[in-house]
């Protein structure tokens, strides 16, 4: 009998175009439920918006979103993008800056740090990648 392995992952690439975040985050609801884990849409759909808005605002180039299954209860959600330089605070066990509260931009890491079990960052020979994970324990 075979043994099918719970890993899997699947890869958008995105061009830098203003609808390539909506269109990626309607890609991940049908790969949830196509997996049979709707119950992580609204965690995973936050995390994966936040980090696609933060490499749509922060470079001019390309970006891609991959969705991971992690063994058999976590799923890992990471979007790279061409800009070498880490968010403050994101790929270190550091606070970020808390934007002031007049200020209308700055809260998207703060909320993935939130809303995520673990998160982390690491650059690349071709530019950054920021990542977020979500347990689903018994969402099957």
Known sequence: MATVSPTWAYTLQLPHDPRAPGIARATLRTVLAAHGLTGLTPT?????SELLTNAHLHTTGPYALRVHA???DRLRIAVWDSDPLLP???GDPGVPPRPADTEEHGRGLHLVRACADAWGAAATQDGKLLWAECQWGGLR
């Open 88 to 90: 403050p605070g994101f």
């Open 44 to 48: 995973a759909e936050l995390l994966a």
């Open 70 to 72: 992690e063994g058999s």
